[in-house]
């Protein structure tokens, strides 16, 4: 007889930003398939999803992984639901319309590695800064690269997983890094986001380290924030070769500038200022190869006779793929 480690995960109900929370159930045969992950429950008045007299929330198995970090273990991905079976309203994967998959997504994770003992960026003294922001891009050398044995070790785990990381790179600011990932189709990218953030955040907890996802947490300094910059596509654009099409899309997004803000992370308008590449969170621009417009047309796009994707650039880093990916296809869809 076999024994395995099922870690399921989900999201909890806190606001703004909701965290990932885990919790592990052992099983006896298991044969790795998410036909086999039961339903679970757990304590809801814990995680700001129940009140303390009607506590009990349902976990609901939508996707799962092998866990690398652990022996005999499995990660399960999960959704929130009521104890009637309806989807919670922190739930926001139950928003997505994109049944038939035609939705493809690749999400860009900026974050930062965070020195739990100085409350600084890896890199940063204290009490001052390192050098201006620049050469710590794609970098490599102990002068400008911070942390790289974290982010190297979760693209590992990643891999290991089966999660589609599609890269990894040092960003702009000391001790900022991303990670980019990849699905066809809206729900199944954010799974595989979420679970990467999960495995990263495990990671951090070995060397002691916080995964800092705030937007702007250098505050109001001349270093860039954090985004999660969301690449899409859907048949039309992968398929139409037309720039009018193409601005027609971009020109849906102009009307719906506040219910995109509403889900693209809390305390964004610190990074959408319009300056450090970004756009002001109440404008909204397109434009070719345009890093400081709302959506960059990428120029391989265009080179390829119309036929690709776009890029919301205003995602900030702690924003919910599932709601992004809900609000952008609801927009395209219009």
Same mark, same amino acid.
């Given at each position: 007889?076999?024994?395995?480690?099922?870690?399921?995960?989900?999201?909890?109900?806190?606001?703004?930003?909701?965290?990932?929370?885990?919790?592990?159930?052992?099983?006896? &045969?298991?044969?790795? @398939?998410?036909?086999?992950?039961?339903?679970?429950?757990?304590? !809801?008045?814990?995680?700001?999803?129940?009140? #303390?007299?009607?506590? %009990?929330?349902?976990?609901?198995?939508?996707?799962?992984?092998?866990?690398?970090?652990?022996?005999?273990?499995?990660?399960?991905?999960? /959704?929130?639901?009521?104890?009637?079976?309806?989807?919670?309203?922190?739930?926001?994967?139950?928003?997505?319309?994109?049944? %038939? %998959?035609?939705?493809?997504?690749?999400?860009?994770?900026?974050?930062?590695?965070?020195? @739990?003992? @100085?409350?600084?960026?890896?890199?940063?003294?204290? #009490?001052?800064?390192?050098?201006?922001? !620049?050469?710590?891009?794609?970098?490599?050398?102990?002068?400008?690269?911070?942390?790289?044995?974290?982010? /190297?070790?979760?693209?590992?785990?990643?891999?290991?997983?089966?999660?589609?990381?599609?890269?990894?790179? #040092?960003?702009?600011?000391?001790?900022?890094?991303?990670?980019?990932?990849?699905?066809?189709?809206?729900?199944?990218?954010?799974?595989?986001?979420?679970?990467?953030?999960?495995?990263?955040?495990?990671?951090?907890?070995?060397?002691?380290?916080?995964? /800092?996802?705030?937007?702007?947490?250098?505050?109001?300094?001349?270093?860039?924030?954090?985004?999660?910059?969301?690449?899409?596509?859907?048949?039309?654009?992968?398929?139409?070769?037309?720039?009018?099409?193409?601005?027609?899309?971009?020109?849906?997004?102009?009307?719906?500038?506040?219910?995109?803000?509403?889900?693209?992370?809390?305390?964004? &308008?610190?990074?959408? @200022? !319009?300056?450090?590449?970004?756009?002001?969170?109440?404008?909204?621009?397109? #434009?070719?190869?345009?890093? !400081?417009?709302?959506?960059?047309?990428?120029?391989?796009?265009?080179?390829?006779?119309?036929?690709?994707?776009?890029?919301?650039?205003?995602?900030?880093?702690?924003?919910?793929?599932?709601?992004?990916?809900?609000?952008?296809?609801?927009?395209?869809?219009?």
């Amino acid at each position: 007889m076999s024994i395995s480690k099922l870690e399921y995960i989900w999201l909890d109900g806190y606001k703004p930003t909701q965290s990932l929370r885990g919790k592990t159930k052992i099983v006896k &045969d298991f044969g790795g @398939t998410l036909d086999e992950c039961p339903m679970w429950s757990f304590d !809801g008045s814990s995680t700001e999803q129940a009140e #303390g007299g009607s506590s %009990d929330m349902l976990l609901k198995p939508v996707a799962i992984y092998p866990d690398p970090q652990r022996k005999n273990a499995y990660i399960v991905m999960t /959704e929130v639901l009521n104890s009637d079976g309806s989807a919670h309203e922190s739930n926001m994967r139950a928003l997505i319309d994109d049944d %038939d %998959d035609d939705f493809w997504f690749g999400f860009e994770q900026e974050y930062f590695l965070w020195d @739990t003992e @100085t409350n600084l960026p890896l890199g940063f003294p204290v #009490g001052g800064y390192p050098a201006p922001q !620049g050469p710590y891009y794609c970098s490599v050398g102990a002068k400008n690269a911070y942390g790289r044995e974290i982010i /190297e070790e979760h693209l590992d785990v990643c891999l290991d997983a089966g999660i589609n990381v599609e890269g990894i790179n #040092g960003e702009v600011a000391a001790g900022q890094w991303e990670f980019q990932v990849f699905a066809k189709g809206a729900a199944a990218a954010g799974d595989e986001l979420w679970v990467a953030r999960y495995l990263l955040e495990r990671i951090g907890e070995k060397y002691g380290v916080h995964i /800092e996802y705030h937007p702007k947490p250098l505050g109001a300094t001349d270093w860039n924030g954090s985004g999660m910059h969301a690449n899409f596509s859907n048949t039309t654009l992968r398929t139409c070769g037309s720039k009018e099409i193409y601005e027609e899309i971009c020109q849906k997004f102009g009307k719906t500038i506040k219910e995109h803000i509403s889900v693209y992370g809390a305390d964004n &308008d610190k990074r959408l @200022t !319009g300056l450090h590449e970004t756009q002001s969170i109440d404008k909204f621009s397109y #434009g070719i190869s345009d890093r !400081g417009a709302s959506i960059r047309i990428p120029i391989i796009t265009v080179e390829n006779g119309w036929k690709g994707w776009l890029e919301d650039r205003r995602p900030a880093s702690n924003a919910n793929p599932y709601g992004v990916a809900a609000a952008i296809i609801s927009t395209v869809k219009s």
